[in-house]
């Protein structure tokens, strides 16, 4: 460890995305000592991602940013502490963060880690210039980097929306976009499921950018194969049936050096998981940590806020960020909440979720995308496990959970700790068994001790 | 802004991340994998899935999406597990 013990914060919030953000400005405001912590050098997470001197062009909400940062000098913002672990104190009067750079002590948590793209594999998904979807957009975003020049976008989802239109607007020749669900009214128009008016301006400006730069947009099609030698060179696209089997003789093949591709969203779960917080399958069918009404975990101390709780976007992150931060300030320094706040954030919760559910429902991932594999198709990138080998290790060797095959044949056991393909072996694994994937199945490839590499020396100190 | 990659020079804007500016200069792979010693790239872009591993100042295994490339950098393709010094 590089620097000394920090004396125990009030609250603790792990992610400087919206809800902790949110989270730690209200905390800190209602009078408690806070920590913020984040891996990045900055403020906004993944939503608002941007570089130092960035004027907000292109980032919706960026006023909410601007104000929320004004308060930071009301906090002590760790940047560029990575998390590895958390644990209760001896004593249990609050909690331990081991970062990279040394602990952080604090007497509660706000866990708002976020979330990153879900990804179902597909034969050639792992030749260079294949990015998820919000790989895409972080380079872009993040880094004025446009991923390539002929770009194909596919999965599902509403993000696939402004993935596209950014690229199409920072000039490159976007080739398609492959909606594989095709939910009521989608079909017609992706706005129907758009909702809330500022979600709806949102929306048209996006197909207005698809009809002005003349952007096929297709739903119940998508992106089953890529091809190339050292990288991408052209995907097959193909039609879908109903559980998103290939409609046979649908398929055609598209010229293009970049794919982004994403399937929704999976929450970051290891700091509630290392911390034995309840967990259970979310709308959208991945793991999701329980927050009561006050953003309470089930483990006493914890809070949760955004995307850990539920995937729901920017809006509903900043309104549990606030439940979250009040709550946690009521109980480390006693600061009473005004109710009438409470009340209208309850509400606006309620709304935010209820919308988020009705989005999910409108894209459910099918379970026809197996079908699109074959055997060499590798489902774990980092120990190159191919579909085949995990197959015969469930039909030969009768592993029947995924917390088994990954323990056979290794798939998650890799730098990424399964959380690339933890959904999709997961998925699998189910699968063979003529069954839907569950929440055990999926907290068995998400359980991390370790949530961040570290070296053993760290690991020897702490 | 520049450092160099595997004895090339590459221009970098302040604040970008090694993983970038590769890209922005044309690179789509910089690492072989393990087993297969398949070419691999940037994929996730938020430092989640560890493809885009490379050496930055002799250190291996550094992921290029999360390291900000600083001026006189000598950044190197990576292969395999990156420690061709020891047997893994």
Request: charged share 20%; proline share 5%; with cysteine.
């Amino acid at each position: 460890m590089t620097s000394p013990v920090e004396s125990a914060y009030d609250l603790a919030v792990l992610g400087a995305g919206p809800a902790g953000l949110a989270a730690a400005v209200t905390a800190a405001r209602a009078g408690a000592r806070v920590a913020l912590v984040d891996a990045g050098d900055r403020v906004g997470g993944q939503y608002w991602r941007h570089r130092e001197g960035d004027d907000g062009t292109g980032h919706h909400h960026w006023q909410t940013l601007v104000r929320l940062r004004g308060s930071l000098p009301q906090l002590d913002f760790l940047a560029r502490h990575a998390v590895w672990h958390v644990e209760r104190t001896g004593d249990g009067s609050g909690f331990t963060l081991h970062t990279d750079h040394g602990e952080v002590r604090a007497r509660t948590l706000v866990v708002a880690t976020g979330a990153y793209d879900r990804q179902l594999p597909f034969p050639g998904w792992t030749l260079p210039g294949v990015f998820t979807a919000g790989g895409a957009q972080a380079l872009l975003k993040g880094h004025g980097v446009r991923a390539g020049s002929r770009v194909v976008v596919g999965g599902t989802g509403p993000f696939l929306l402004p993935v596209a239109a950014g690229l199409a607007r920072a000039g490159a020749d976007v080739a398609g976009v492959f909606e594989a669900g095709s939910p009521a009214g989608f079909a017609r128009s992706p706005l129907a499921v758009l909702g809330s008016p500022a979600k709806l301006a949102e929306g048209v400006g996006y197909l207005k950018t698809f009809a002005q730069k003349r952007i096929p947009y297709r739903t119940r099609t998508a992106v089953v194969a890529a091809h190339g030698d050292e990288e991408v060179r052209s995907v097959t696209v193909a039609s879908l049936d109903r559980d998103w089997r290939i409609v046979a003789g649908s398929e055609r093949e598209i010229a293009c050096d970049t794919v982004a591709v994403g399937y929704g969203f999976t929450p970051q779960l290891e700091i509630p998981l290392q911390l034995g917080c309840e967990t259970r399958l979310g709308a959208d069918g991945s793991l999701i940590a329980v927050a009561d009404h006050q953003q309470r975990a089930t483990v006493p101390g914890v809070y949760l806020a955004g995307e850990v709780c539920g995937v729901g976007g920017a809006e509903l992150s900043l309104v549990e960020g606030e439940l979250a931060g009040l709550h946690a300030a009521l109980t480390t320094v006693g600061a009473e909440p005004d109710r009438g706040v409470v009340t209208r954030l309850l509400r606006r919760r309620e709304s935010a979720r209820a919308f988020a559910g009705a989005m999910h429902a409108a894209h459910p991932v099918r379970p026809g995308w197996l079908t699109w594999l074959d055997a060499p198709t590798l489902l774990c990138r980092c120990e190159e496990v191919s579909v085949g080998t995990v197959r015969d290790t469930i039909a030969d060797l009768g592993a029947t959970d995924a917390r088994t095959v990954k323990l056979l044949a290794r798939p998650g056991m890799g730098l990424c700790q399964g959380r690339v393909c933890g959904y999709a072996t997961a998925c699998l694994t189910a699968a063979e068994q003529g069954r839907a994937p569950t929440a055990a199945d999926l907290a068995g490839l998400a359980a991390r001790p370790i949530a961040q590499p570290v070296r053993l020396g760290d690991l020897a100190d702490g | 802004m520049r450092f160099s990659f595997d004895g090339k020079e590459i221009t970098a804007e302040p604040g970008q991340s090694v993983g970038a500016a590769l890209i922005a200069a044309g690179y789509r792979s910089w690492r072989t994998t393990r087993h297969g010693g398949a070419p691999r790239g940037v994929f996730c872009g938020i430092g989640v899935c560890f493809d885009c591993l490379v050496v930055v100042n002799g250190r291996p295994n550094e992921r290029a999406c999360l390291t900000e490339a600083r001026p006189g950098d000598d950044v190197r393709s990576q292969e395999g597990a990156g420690r061709g010094d020891l047997t893994c």
